[in-house]
Structures are given as structure tokens and as C-alpha cells.
């Protein structure tokens, strides 16, 4: 069974500075993968989504998330932070085949930005 | 845009109730998903559903069921609350297939005293 990975809990940045959010997986082949954001008293929204080619990905808010297959790794980054930026934030992958399209997500990863 | 709508933000209920979450999606999507949220543990999946009356238990469905009458609604029914369920639960819905994202609701905070 595949499984996701977010290593932080919680980071914590200055407004301004950059980020990387970490997200490794565990698949037999390389998955669909999602990045989703919770603010807080919402639900999830996408960020950004891998299926092929282009290994760097955009998203929207200013995103972008890497996948790195060699590391089994689809890291999430943002050159300059905002202080609306800070909610929780989550990986999620899907199988490719099998028949099953159910995301297994990670924990999360909860963003907390000071002034 | 796809809109996920829950009947409830905030639930408080005591313990042996019959609760009904209610979740409705306007875009006409196979699939919907029932999760309860909580610190530390992520989403996990409660129960899925790929058509109407159609369901498939997810990572812990005990101590509850679904119901999936019409396609843009899915309840989520706990037969007998217990303090062990005060969580957030969260809908989503998508369209078939693993390369489709899911859209969410905005959650229901489930208090059981």
C-alpha cells in the first residue's frame, strides 16, 4: 500500500522569507500527486497537481512543487512568503493504476508565518 | 466553480444521538468522500462513494454508515454518537478517475457531550 510522508508538523517562517515544505512517498510506481492548503475553518483547495512531463510544477498563490523520482519526493516551495499564506498543508498521492483513485494523504504540515 | 456544501458548521450532540451530516456538490461528480480530520492524524477516510447507491467502506467506517440516494448527495449517518466521534468531518467530492482532484466542503466541527 502506498503511504505519503510530511516530516514537519509545524514550520514557522518570517514574512518574506522562502519555503519548502517536504513530502516523500511510498509507491510501487510513480503516482499521481497533489498538494492541497487548509486555511483555517475551511475545507482543503487545491494547489498544484503532477501527473507527467515537466517535473516543476505551478500552482496557484504563487506554488510550485518539484518531483523528484529518484528521491520519491514532491516538494513544495514558495520564494517569498505572505502572512495569509499560513494554514495547514497537505500532500496527497494516488495510485496510477489499479482501479483505485482513493488520495492517501499525509498529516500535514502546519505553516505558521511571523511578521 | 464547484461548490461542496455541508449542512452544518457546528453540531454539538450527546452521546447515543442519531446524527446526519448532509453533503451536497452542484457539478455533477461521481465520486464523494466522507473524512473526519483530526490534530496529528491527518484525513482518513470514513466512507467512499463512486455512484449513487453505491459505497465502499474507507480506513474506519465503525460506527458509522452512508447513504447515497441522489448523486449530488451524501450522508454521512452515525447511528449511536459517542464522545469518541467529536471531530471534524470533512466531504469532497470529484469527478471518475485517479487524475481528477477532489473539491471539499467547509467542514462540520461534531461536538458529542
Known amino acids: 500500500a502506498q503511504s505519503v510522508t510530511q516530516p514537519d508538523i509545524h514550520i514557522t517562517v518570517s514574512e518574506g522569507a522562502s519555503l519548502e515544505l517536504r513530502c516523500n512517498y511510498s509507491?510501487?510506481?510513480?503516482?499521481?500527486l497533489f498538494w492541497y492548503v487548509q486555511s483555517p475553518g475551511q475545507g482543503l483547495q487545491l494547489l498544484l497537481k503532477?501527473?507527467?512531463?515537466?517535473?516543476l510544477v505551478q500552482g496557484i498563490k504563487g506554488f510550485e512543487a518539484e518531483f523528484k523520482r529518484s528521491q520519491s519526493s514532491f516538494n513544495l516551495r514558495k520564494p517569498s512568503v505572505h502572512w495569509s499564506d499560513a494554514a495547514e498543508y497537505f500532500c496527497a498521492v494516488v495510485p496510477v493504476s489499479g482501479g483505485s483513485y482513493i488520495p492517501t494523504f499525509g498529516r500535514g504540515t502546519s505553516l505558521i508565518v511571523h511578521p | 466553480d464547484v461548490k461542496v456544501t455541508q449542512s452544518s458548521r457546528y453540531l454539538v450532540k450527546r452521546t447515543g444521538e442519531k446524527v446526519f451530516l448532509e453533503c451536497v456538490q452542484d457539478m455533477d461528480h461521481e465520486n464523494m468522500f466522507w473524512y473526519r480530520q483530526d490534530p496529528g492524524l491527518g484525513l482518513r477516510l470514513i466512507y467512499f462513494?463512486?455512484?449513487?447507491?453505491?459505497?465502499e467502506k474507507g480506513d474506519i467506517p465503525e460506527g458509522y454508515s452512508v447513504s447515497r440516494e441522489k448523486k449530488e448527495r451524501f450522508s454521512l449517518i452515525l447511528e449511536s454518537a459517542s464522545t469518541n466521534q467529536t471531530s471534524m468531518y470533512l466531504c469532497?467530492?470529484?469527478?471518475?478517475?485517479?487524475?481528477?482532484?477532489?473539491?471539499f466542503g467547509p467542514g462540520t466541527r461534531l461536538t458529542v457531550t
Open positions: 462513494s463512486y455512484d449513487v447507491k453505491m459505497k
Open positions: 503532477y501527473f507527467s512531463g515537466d517535473t
Open positions: 509507491y510501487g510506481a510513480t503516482p499521481y
Open positions: 469532497a467530492s470529484s469527478l471518475g478517475g485517479a487524475i481528477y482532484e477532489q473539491y
